[in-house]
């Protein structure tokens, strides 16, 4: 299970750099920013995190498991230049993500988990990024 949490995480953290890095960010932005006012508020993102969910899950019993994980992550990797996290930081984010703690992150715990990355990018608190705060992503 460590294994898998720890995928998992990296998936999470290196999917977020990889949209702010992406020279599609903006199709993705304009996608993901349901109610286009040229902000991702954290609840938008947390429906991407359920649809993202969602594909991952390929046996649709509602957690994932190192399989699908490993599949996710190897997709991610395929398709774009991605920078791994620190060790450190996909251990506390695998922990963070499965809140009861039972070694499994179900649907519910993944599409509520928003990466510490995109907590910090949120600079004024109002929990959404700007546009600006999404472009400040890239240079961290």
Do not use: W
């Amino acid at each position: 299970m460590k294994k898998m949490a720890i995928a998992l995480a990296g998936l999470l953290l290196c999917g977020c750099s990889a949209f702010a890095a992406d020279g599609n960010a903006r199709q993705l932005f304009q996608r993901i920013d349901a109610n286009g006012d040229r902000k991702l508020e954290f609840s938008e993102i947390q429906a991407m995190r359920a649809q993202m969910f969602d594909r991952m899950d390929v046996n649709r019993n509602g957690v994932l498991d190192p399989g699908e994980v490993q599949a996710a992550m190897e997709r991610v990797q395929s398709k774009r230049d991605v920078q791994t996290a620190r060790f450190a930081d996909l251990q506390a984010e695998a922990k963070r993500m499965d809140r009861n703690g039972d070694g499994k992150i179900s649907r519910e715990e993944f599409t509520a988990a928003i990466p510490d990355r995109l907590l910090q990018a949120d600079i004024n608190g109002d929990g959404a990024l700007s546009i600006a705060e999404m472009r400040a992503l890239r240079h961290q």
